[in-house]
């Protein structure tokens, strides 16, 4: 991304579009009593105050009333639904994941198999986005914990601590590449998750070799562990490898969540949060909702002066149903240069 002279001014940039992820698949009830839902009721619900407190994309995640993780894509279609019909202009993700946690104490904290996830594209109602991990790599989302950060909680027991330390997010050419055919089919966009530069140019050369038509809309994701580290540095490094034309949502994890938010709101990037990502105010007094967490972006972003974009402003924002027919049309809607052709070497000299 390019920054230039009033680059950081507020009407240079969109309005901000949150994504809040209120679901947090790696906790149970009791963890967070007062904001994790079991019924479908309630998970409606927690959509509808997260919708109503300013964010525009929900990252989907379905709990069984045992509080544990769904990994049934009936229940994915009956939240669905319900989203839709309760907040039709929200953005609805489903995380690709579907749901890692572990089914039983001590058991690997596993992704499902890649024809499962493949079949997230038979969603019904279909989701607006599924998110798409690309390369695989070791997702240890405890990495950066502080034991403070989950003391009293079920990610303290060590043998559920050891089930996400070891995650692996399992990605290979074969899943992605088929993924996001089976995705674009389906009219539903990949929200590719990005772990550094190199995830990252791998979609660069799905564009170029047309696997992937549509735009570049992506999370960053700086929770270590596998994957980018939480500072300026790596943020800075990755900005400065992706094209202007992409839409990319800055993701942290515990009290990073807040410094990084900031860092990719004050440069007209967007932001996500939840208690997916964290369960606590930035002193560690107190835990704090996922319904909160947005309250505190849109009062920060108005103290900006960047304003907050509404559903309709971040579908368009973020080229929902938005597809290309061709590779050219596709690289330079995203701002990429173009392929180059026969002996052209670089961009510097005209050709004769």
Known sequence: MNFLDGSLFTENQDKLVITAAPYGPEWIPSDFAEDIPVTMEAQIQKAVDCYNAGATVLHLHVRELDGKGSK???????????????????????????????????????????????????????????????????????EQFDFRDIAGTSLADPENFAAYSNMI???????????????????IQSAFQFYNVNSYETVER???????????????????????????????????????????????????????????????????????????????????????QIEQLVRISREFGREIASGKEARKICKIGVFYDTVEETLAANGFSPNPKGGQQGFLRKAA
């Open 206 to 292: 799905l564009m170029r070799r047309g696997i992937y038509k549509g735009p570049l809309v992506c999370n960053w994701v700086a929770i270590g562990g596998g994957m980018d580290q939480p500072t300026i540095y790596s943020l800075a490094n990755f900005l400065r490898a992706i094209p202007d034309g992409a839409v990319l949502t800055v993701e942290s994890s515990m009290r990073n969540v807040l410094p990084i938010n900031m860092m990719g709101l004050a440069m007209g990037l967007h932001v996500r949060c939840g208690i997916e990502d964290n369960l606590w105010n930035q002193s560690r007094t107190a835990k704090m909702t996922t319904v909160q």
């Open 72 to 142: 049934r894509l009936s229940k994915f279609n009956e939240l669905v639904a319900g989203v839709r019909k309760a907040v039709p202009d929200m953005i609805i993700q489903v995380g690709g994941s579907i749901s890692f946690a572990p089914e039983s104490d001590g058991a690997a904290a596993k992704w499902l198999s890649d024809d499962t996830r493949h079949m997230l594209a038979d969603l019904d109602p279909k989701p607006d986005q599924v998110t798409v991990t690309v390369n695989t790599s070791q997702m240890n989302i405890a």
């Open 169 to 187: 997010v399992p990605s290979t050419p074969s899943f992605f590449e088929e993924h996001v055919r089976r995705l674009t089919k389906a009219g």
